[in-house]
């Protein structure tokens, strides 16, 4: 398992832009999909974006298609979410996620994670 801690979160205005940072600890980073989860109030967590962990290959949800970029520096073992003209609807707690170090493929459930980082808020205002 990786540790993951997530950064950049913060209060913006509708239309503006923010990066969120997910720095990860251990060696299994370069080998692991990872990928971005979401959660608003009174809502379910939701997956955001995912990048594979061998050919770099991504997936989006198509909430975000568009707006948001998910891009990995493995010598800094970071992941990066881009989020563009954000909306009110975006405000959530945003959390990083790795898979194993064998799990190489990108997904969008929640439960093919095993390291989770505790995330941090993003919010919108309109």
């Known amino acids: 398992q990786v540790r993951l801690v997530e950064s950049g979160g913060g209060l913006v205005q509708a239309g503006d832009s923010l990066t969120l940072s997910c720095e990860a600890s251990?060696?299994?980073?370069?080998?692991?999909?990872m990928a971005w989860f979401r959660r608003a109030p009174g809502k379910e967590r939701e997956f955001v974006a995912a990048?594979?962990?061998?050919?770099?290959?991504?997936d989006y949800a198509d909430s975000v298609k568009g707006r948001f970029t998910i891009y990995r520096d493995n010598a800094k073992s970071t992941v990066y979410l881009q989020m563009n003209s954000l909306e009110p609807r975006d405000t959530a707690v945003y959390c990083c996620a790795a898979r194993g170090p064998l799990e190489l493929l990108a997904s969008v459930s929640p439960g093919d994670y095993n390291a989770w980082g505790q995330g941090t808020q993003v919010t919108v205002s309109s």
């Open positions: 990048v594979s962990g061998s050919d770099k290959s991504t």
């Open positions: 251990g060696r299994t980073f370069g080998s692991s999909a």
